[in-house]
């Protein structure tokens, strides 16, 4: 529920930042601190993407051990009527974010949720994150080599 909660926080705070980013009056190194706050950003986005996919887990979870109408569990209830038949239990999956069905045979068949989309934007995010990351290491080597404009006489 704080991962839901934590959304608009963070929404507010790249509005907040890109906004201070067109207005005049900007710090001479602006850039460097724009691509270091981009890189905090989408590791949070990272981290939140990943705990509202654990909350989601865990509910569907919840939801299969508890009262009345919850076996199948709902992630395992869109699986043909077939393999519908032959379902034994099932099992969360943490990492990556899923839920699986277990079958009589003990085939593990992926259940439906929506797990792939969340992991595919957290693992975007942290990507995003380290790819950040470099450009500043390499934002600070290009200016630590470039000539300064005093040293030229």
Same mark, same amino acid.
């Given at each position: 529920?704080?991962?839901?909660?934590? @959304? +608009? !926080? $963070?929404? !507010?705070?790249?509005?907040?930042?890109?906004?201070?980013?067109?207005?005049?009056? *900007?710090?001479?190194? $602006?850039? *460097?601190?724009?691509?270091? $706050?981009?890189?905090?950003?989408?590791?949070?986005?990272?981290?939140? @993407?990943? @705990?509202?996919?654990?909350?989601?887990?865990? $509910?569907?979870?919840?939801? #299969?051990?508890?009262?009345?109408?919850?076996?199948?569990?709902?992630? =395992?209830?869109?699986? +043909? /009527?077939?393999?519908?038949?032959?379902?034994?239990?099932?099992?969360?999956?943490?990492?990556?974010?899923?839920?699986? =069905? !277990?079958?009589?045979?003990?085939?593990? @068949? #992926?259940?439906?949720?929506?797990?792939?989309?969340?992991?595919?934007?957290?693992? #975007? =995010?942290?990507?995003? &994150?380290?790819?950040?990351?470099?450009?500043?290491?390499?934002?600070?080597?290009?200016?630590? *080599? #470039? /000539?300064? +404009?005093?040293? &030229?006489?």
């Amino acid at each position: 529920m704080g991962a839901l909660l934590a @959304v +608009p !926080v $963070w929404v !507010v705070a790249v509005v907040v930042k890109l906004v201070s980013v067109v207005l005049p009056g *900007r710090r001479p190194h $602006w850039g *460097r601190d724009l691509l270091r $706050w981009s890189a905090a950003m989408s590791a949070a986005a990272a981290v939140i @993407v990943y @705990v509202i996919g654990l909350g989601k887990v865990q $509910w569907d979870a919840h939801e #299969a051990q508890s009262g009345a109408g919850s076996s199948p569990a709902a992630p =395992c209830r869109s699986l +043909p /009527p077939g393999t519908l038949d032959q379902l034994a239990g099932h099992e969360p999956s943490y990492l990556p974010l899923g839920f699986d =069905c !277990v079958l009589d045979s003990g085939q593990i @068949v #992926a259940g439906s949720g929506g797990y792939n989309l969340l992991n595919v934007l957290a693992v #975007a =995010c942290a990507l995003t &994150a380290m790819v950040l990351v470099i450009a500043t290491g390499f934002l600070d080597e290009f200016s630590r *080599r #470039a /000539p300064r +404009p005093d040293a &030229a006489t």
